[in-house]
């Protein structure tokens, strides 16, 4: 079992951070950066910007937690500790993990507005690769939050966070067609691989 906890995993692309924010692949290099940066200005179908609203935690999570949300996939399983104000999630990986459905848990709920399908939103979230359990992705190790429009991310994170309460706390297991069915070789994600997000809602606005 491996489990991805922030500070002790490194980004397996750094040049193609906040991949989930676009529908088109990073296989130019024009729009990267250096670690921890957000490379998302020049991507054509994004438009997502560094949030200011607040910080996303960078510490890990307390060890011996009990999980908010376990599931059994086609292959592994994952057991999910949704962030809270002061750390960061916790996934737990069986591995290789992988669904045939793309499927959303959610672990606390908020008490906000209910987000709309083509809301920008502004979230914190960590992406983790369940074939190897590796995170490839992660706003929380940046420690800064990412705004950006529903319809222009991935299928499966915009099917985790439309119709939630802002305020939420939820984890989608996102197969393959859901979100990059060639593979991002950046993020070291293969055709096939079953992608992992814990994601908390911050605010959305339509």
Known sequence: MISSRIPAVAIASATCATLVLSLTACGSDSGTTSAGQSVVTDMATSSATAAPLTAC??????????PEWTLDGTTGSISVIGSTDTAAPDVEVSTPFSVTETQVGTL?????????????????????????????????????????????????????????????????????ADGYPQGQPRAGIEPGDTLVFAIKILDASS
């Open 57 to 66: 935690p960078m510490s890990a999570p307390e060890k011996g937690g009990s």
């Open 108 to 176: 606390q709920a908020g008490d906000g507005p209910v987000v709309a399908d083509d809301a920008t939103v502004s979230v914190c979230y960590m992406g983790v690769n369940g074939r190897d359990g590796s995170v490839f992705d992660s706003s929380y190790q940046r420690g800064a939050p990412v705004e950006f429009p529903l319809d222009g991310v991935v299928p499966g994170f915009q099917k985790a966070i439309a119709g939630q309460n802002v305020g939420s706390t939820v984890a989608v297991a996102v197969t393959s």
